[in-house]
């Protein structure tokens, strides 16, 4: 048995040192022959781990192929545009394409022509020394199309020029070089997932689509405010920042810089005008509102259009068409809707709606209720039709069951019309009446507070335009 097992022992010897020609003992040629059967085992699994890891290439894949739809979107949008409307802080200006690649003066704003980096110091942006990041086209930095390759990237010429020429240059350290772009694309598609520019040059986070309800803003008007100045914005009438009196207040319709020169003159409209708590600009930037170019020459454009001062739908029946326009104010009105109805005027003729006559009447000596109740009608009729189109006006509602009962106001307004008023207690003991037939209704439902609602207006404007003691 012991030869046995020394003959296999040698036999084993002998077929290591076959493997192995260099080994001098058996013991020595086993040991030799583990360590690099375990070596060899290491390396191939080390090889198999680095194939199944991701490394820089991989994990790049899928923002180069985000970033090579980006490219295409942006040469279908722009790339066959010569002029590129552009934007830089409160400031809209035309970029022109050829001019920009010729090194000149490429952006034309306020009759002036601009270098993008004067453009950014004329936007008020100068202290951010990045233009390519400051400069919007579409609310698209011209970083982003300077990558797609529709604009020249002068100083990526002059790198690329000086890796060519350099000396130094070599395979290995163009590798180098490969890969140190790959990573800083990798983390700059990181970074561009999550923040945004907005038009006025400054980081957004864009993790705010969640939080911001947009189905607010799909109405045609929207409430405005800025400091304690409030108004509505229409929609149809926006334009830009000087063009388009698009925010109506109580006495104007204005354009937007008119606007916060008025409640803000030290502000900026995209940032200190809000709707809903949201700043206009970035509602121009969730395309809620469209920007128009520089160069539009559309109706809402013009500056000098004196229809667009005035309102578009009667101030009193909400409908449009062969409307009269008050010369003072922004309303307008049907000529029957108004009191008195208005007459066919002669071109050019200046008028003016009860509203205004009203406001821009001297005051008389106060009295008391009682002697403007005994008086006759003849002596109030203006007092009386400002009240009642004023009433007619607050009372506006989609609640049918309100309308039916207030309908009574028109009556009235063809008694006064047919002067069958004698006194004016006649005339306010029509209007007690109809208010008190809408209060049958439960206490806190709409027609209770609605009806409560003009009670008040009533009250007000009676002791405004009768100065009662």
């Known amino acids: 048995m012991e030869g046995e097992s020394d003959i296999e022992i040698t036999s084993d010897s002998e077929s290591e040192s076959e493997w192995h020609p260099g080994s001098s003992t058996g013991s020595d040629s086993l040991s030799e022959n583990d360590s690099a059967e375990a070596k060899q085992g290491k390396k191939r699994k080390l090889k198999k781990r680095k194939c199944n890891q991701k490394g820089p290439s991989s994990l790049c894949t899928p923002n180069k192929r985000q970033a090579e739809d980006s490219t295409q979107y942006l040469k279908q949008k722009f790339g066959n545009k010569s002029e590129l409307p552009v934007t830089c802080g409160d400031k809209d200006g035309i970029l022109h394409v050829e001019k920009y690649n010729d090194m000149e003066k490429c952006i034309l704003s306020e009759d002036q022509w601009f270098k993008p980096n004067e453009f950014e110091r004329f936007g008020g942006k100068g202290r951010n020394k990045k233009w390519k990041t400051s400069i919007f086209c579409d609310n698209i930095p011209l970083q982003k199309l300077t990558e797609a390759g529709l604009l020249s990237s002068f100083k990526k010429s002059r790198i690329q020029n000086k890796q060519v020429d350099s000396p130094n240059s070599s395979p290995v350290a163009d590798r180098l070089r490969k890969r140190k772009c790959q990573r800083e694309r990798f ?76 409640n803000k003159p030290d502000g900026m409209w995209r940032k200190d005008i809000l709707s809903n708590g949201i700043p206009l600009g970035k509602l121009i930037m969730k395309r809620v509102l469209e920007l128009h170019m520089i160069t539009c020459d559309c109706k809402i454009c013009e500056d000098l259009n004196q229809d667009l001062q005035n309102d578009d739908m009667c101030y009193m029946c909400d409908s449009e068409e062969d409307l009269v326009c008050c010369d003072e104010c922004p309303r307008a009105f049907h000529s029957l809707c108004h009191l008195p109805a208005v007459q066919e005027d002669s071109p050019g003729s200046q008028w003016s709606c009860t509203f205004c006559v009203m406001k821009n009447m001297e005051g008389s000596n106060q009295k008391t209720l009682q002697d403007v109740l005994s008086s006759p009608v003849s002596q109030y009729t203006l007092h009386c039709q400002y009240l009642l189109l004023h009433l007619l006006h607050e009372s506006k509602t989609d609640v049918p069951e309100f309308s039916e009962n207030i309908c009574g106001l028109d009556r009235m307004k063809l008694k006064l019309e047919n002067n069958d008023y004698q006194t004016l207690q006649e005339f306010v003991t029509d209007i007690e009446l109809i208010f008190n037939n809408c209060c049958t209704s439960s206490e806190g439902s709409d027609m209770s507070r609605m009806t409560s609602r003009l009670k008040e207006v009533f009250k007000r404007e009676c002791e405004t335009i009768f100065k009662l003691l």
């Open 187 to 262: 983390t700059s598609s990181s970074k561009s997932d999550s923040r945004s520019s907005d038009d006025n040059g400054d980081i957004v986070d864009e993790d705010d689509k969640d939080i911001i309800d947009m189905t607010m803003f799909e109405v045609q008007i929207l409430p405005v405010t800025c400091g304690s100045g409030s108004g509505i914005l229409y929609k149809n009438r926006f334009a830009t920042g000087r063009c388009g009196r698009c925010i109506r207040t109580k006495d104007f319709w204005l354009t937007p810089e008119d606007f916060i020169r008025l």
